[in-house]
Structure formats: C-alpha cells, structure tokens
C-alpha cells in the first residue's frame, strides 16, 4: 500500500477527432460532487492491492465503472501521479470510440446525509464525456491533468498523424 492513500490504475481513452484529441473521462457520482464540474472528473480507475497487476486491475476496473467492453488497441504507459489526499494512481491511454450514453456505472453504499444512519446506493460515475485536452486539463482531479499532459507528449513522440 501506498503510505496514506493507496493505489488506483486506470485506462484514458482517447480519440482523435478533426478538432484535435479528445479523452473520455467520468464525473464522480454522490451528492458530495453533485453540481462541481472542475476537480470532480476522473480517469476511470480503481485500486488495486499487490496480488494483482496495476494493467489488470485499470482494465478491470474500466468494466466495472462503464460496463462497456475494455477497449482493444495498444496501451500507452502514462505512469503515475499522486493525488492531494496520498492515493497513486497509475494509468494507461487506449485510443478507443466509445459511446458516453451506453456507459453505466455501478454503484456503492453511502452513508446521507452523514451521520443519519441512512445508507443509500449512489453511482460511482454519474456521466461519462469526451472532453478537449483543454477542458480535461481544467475538469479533472488535479493531479491527474498531468496524465493529459503525459497523453499530449506521448502522441507527439509516435508520429502518428492519423
């Protein structure tokens, strides 16, 4: 375990479109994030312990926060980043074509309001979007805009003009 917050790994799909690339990323589900947009999206991710690897893990948990199929395509290392409140996530792009309305989230148990005893089942993912590198930048987790960035100098290293 990572000291004080443990560790994710998740899949950025990205695709590219004529107004530049585009990545698809999922708004936190709950009432706490209800009405935030900037710091309230996220790659899709999960942790993960010791006994599984991080790859295995990103694509396991990308099935269970869309229910759609992992992507197929090459994997794109975009290493680690950590989080304000200690969690490591680790992540990996995929160019994919994904549908946001056919993605559905699971869902986990909340305590709401806290302290009332009242436990309700919210979303983990409340919608999914195809965000510009700009507006992922500025909607994401902080410390995950540097996986957008780490996707830009990625692409740019591969030539691919596609």
């Known amino acids: ?3 004080s917050g443990g560790r994710s790994a998740g899949l950025l799909p990205f695709r590219r479109t004529p107004d530049g690339v585009e990545v698809f990323v999922g708004h936190m589900g709950g009432p706490f994030w209800r ?3 900037a710091g309230a999206w996220t790659v899709l991710k999960g942790e993960h312990g010791d ?3 991080p790859l295995a893990a990103a694509e396991r948990e990308f099935v269970e926060e869309t229910g759609l199929p992992v992507p197929a395509g090459p994997r794109i290392p975009l290493g680690s980043v950590r989080q304000r409140a200690g969690k490591t996530v680790t ?3 995929v160019e994919a074509e994904l549908d946001p309305q056919s ?3 699971g869902t986990f148990p909340l305590e709401w309001p806290r ?3 009242r436990v309700v089942e919210v979303p983990e993912v409340d ?3 195809w965000l510009s590198l700009t507006d992922a930048r500025r909607l994401l987790v902080a410390a995950q805009a540097e996986l957008v960035d780490r ?4 692409l740019a290293g591969s030539h691919d003009d596609r």
């Open 1 to 3: 375990m990572t000291p």
């Open 35 to 37: 009405g935030r947009e």
């Open 51 to 53: 006994d599984e690897p």
């Open 91 to 93: 992540a990996w792009a």
């Open 103 to 105: 993605a559905v989230s």
């Open 115 to 117: 302290g009332s005893g």
């Open 127 to 129: 919608r999914y979007a």
């Open 151 to 154: 996707l830009v100098q990625a």
